[in-house]
């Protein structure tokens, strides 16, 4: 297809793949073709059918029909063996390593060869060498997986890939883990891996990725490719508009904010977690009324113990959470009930562990945590008719699909389940709200919708305080940033800061730059 | 992306799963029959007749099964909870202590239905009570509660002996047992409902009891699907970090679950204690509490499922004894033996069957996706 390509005959080719979960239609009859030594780009929405599809490439899962031929030969990929044997490599989104293992032994995984350890470690330690000598890869083979910054585990997992003979390599969602200068360090060993004769199949949801590193582009929707474009002949609006079907507004339109009186306030917080290590370290900040303030950070830097130190289900070990002037304790302790009486919200990070109970029907979802409320009870009995009235309401209001509150709540999709919680929660009325990760997850559609909504949100005068590690989503959306590096607020950039600023502090090394 | 798990039909997943189940229980137990030497369509026969067969062995089963329901139940709420409960044994003998207390006291100055109200009362009481520690040290102390339940169940039977030898038995009498109670403290049996369905109870103990179960099952259905404590125990059950989120206080939460589940295993004991035998004997609830445990695994959790499970469990108790009766060659521990694949193959191999009815009966696709097959 490109003209750079020597050899014609695709490294991957699918044909007429199709594939259903119960009455989920995953894939339907997906073509597709990568041209050897290409970056290959596959874009679409959460639930798209992006990563179906690589599960079957990498025979996870078996296609109900279809086709997939590897450097033109017909295969069929009965399981990840056959695959890695056929020279396919994956990279996933969540690691697949041994934490207290080195990266010799993580590398070696499954390929020992022998009873003894010594012969596989020497001829490893060698192949690794090689390796990193041919695609700058440079990660020291004995150090620990746990004790190394994500984007170096992410290179190990290159390592274990390359190490077993992979041509091709997919790597699923690469970045949501990485810092913007871990990405960029990402994308150009890519292209040292492309320059080597690799191809790379990039799956993403990021659109600013793909213009910056793909050669084609694949656009999914519902379970079918929509198109393939060059990415040097398509823009930014066309594949988002590609990807969900109709034009999409990408920056969030919002007025300037009117802050208000301070409504939540946070006083030296510190939180340690199980193992005693401190999590959030002596943090201090302010939330008025009609202001986002957006916390920025990478995952695991404090920002998730925060927030659920604010909302009262992890113990801070000192420091105070003040709203409207009263502190929130009662004798020391935090308890989310009474926090959401005295109007404290919260949208909780991880929606399928927290903020619902997945084999519920939605209506139950729609009362979680707020069940001793007199308006959905009679006596001890809950008030079904109410409750199913009430969400009704809601499903209407925030155009929840299907429309039906005696669903269980996993048949919904990702984005209607955070517009189940959010529902819930806004719908509350809260002087304060705290929102985290609002879009993980969540498809581009639904995320114009919750955008907007927590923008009228903050206009309507509520103090919001939203973490995210989605750069773009906090840059767009917070009146002020705060951004958390090792568990303390490392800076606070103007509002219309560059992102290289801010993803020089949430590395860590912002302070000395900034100032 | 997470992947859809098969979901199966109501009608497959209540009705043909346990059904199957059951069904290859049985083929095996029929294989051990003929292995004795005997055959197996006269062992089903003998058993069905006996279980089934006139009203007396319809009561004998109903009796049975009334235990049952109580234990199931108790399992069942507690199963909800997310907890284990495996002390019902324990729990039973115990609610025998207080249904003895209240009729000793009562059954010389009270009518029946008065004694049975406190002995109720009492014997949900003592079964609370004696599921409260293990509750506790969950909730406090993260002491599995598996383990101290079952350990419970040794030091129930230990105390109950040593107050029935030592303490309530009565003066004089060889065995280690209390007073007949007087008629104010027997429960009636329920002759009158056998004689609705032309049936006669013969001299089965069928009594009661079994309309407070069915009352009871009723009233955990209600508990659990249509009060907000319900509502609480089961999003803890489920999701126990939803639980947290939800504000739902866990210590109070886990302890009052298993108060409820020890104060149903406890009125189980009206049954064999008030209704039949009328005193208080050693060793008295005879398995019932684990058979609950099967019993709640069957039916699903559901008061509904349950009362069936306990229904089918009365069956193997009452046909087995009269199968045991009728060919002598089958010993009481064949019986158990078949007991045993019944609780094997519904509970512990309960989703043994599952991933190949999935293929056979979740939603189509399949079929779809295989003409899609045969036309590509």
Redesign the interface.
Known sequence: MTASTLDPTPAIELV?I?K??????ANKNIHLSVAKGSIHGIIGE??AG???LMSILYGF?HA???QILVDGKDLKITDSQTAIRAGIGMVHQHFMLVENFSVLENVMLGVEGGVLLKGGETAVRGALQQIEREYGLDVDPDAIIEELPVGKQQRVEILKALYRGAEVLILDEPTGVLTPAEADHLFKMLAQLKAQGKTVILITHKLREIMAITDTVSVMRRGEMVATRKTAETTMAELAELMVGRRVLLRVEKGEAKPGPVVLSVENLTVKDGRGVTMVDNVSFEVRAGEIVGIAGVAGNGQSELLEAI???RKASSGRIVMNGEPVDRNGRI??????KKGLA?V?E?RH????????EEN?NS???Y??DPK??KG???N?DAIRKDAIEKIEKYDIRPADPRLKT??FSGGNQQKIVLAREIERDPACLLVGQPTRGVDIGAIEFIHKRLVSLRDEGKAILLVSVELDEIRSLSDRILVMFAGTIVGEPAAHADEQEIGLMMAGIGREAAE | MSVPLGTLPRWVNFGLLPLLNVAVAFAISGLVVLFIGENPIEAVKYLVAGALGDGEGIAFTLYYATNFIFTGLAVAVAFHGGLFNIGGEGQVYLGGLGVAFAALALDRYMPWYITAVLATAAAFAFGAAWAFIPAWLQAKRGSHIVITTIMFNFIAAALMVYLLVNVIKQPGNMSPQTRLFEEGGQLPKLGWLMQVFGLDIGAAPFNVSFLIALVAAFAVWLLIWRTRFGFEIRTMGTNATAAVYAGIPYVKTVVVTMLISGGLSGMMALNPVMGDAGKLQIDFPAGAGFVGIAVALMGRSHPVGIVIASILFGVLYQGGAALAFDMPNISREVIILIQGLVILFAGALEHMFRPALIVLFAPKPKSVAASAAGAA
């Not at chain 1, 259903?20 to 239609?25: E, I, K, N, Q, W």
């Not at chain 1, 308890?335 to 959401?340: Q, T, V, Y």
Request: a negative charge; proline letters at 6%; glycine letters at 14%.
């Open positions: 007429g199709d259903r979960f119960g009455a989920v239609h959460n639930g992006k990563s179906t899962y109900d029909s279809g909302a009262g289900i308890d989310p009930a009474l926090l959401r919260h909780p991880d562990h927290m903020g619902l109970v997945l084999s519920f139950e009362i979680l945590g069940q001793d959905y009870l001890p009995f809950l079904i996993a048949n």
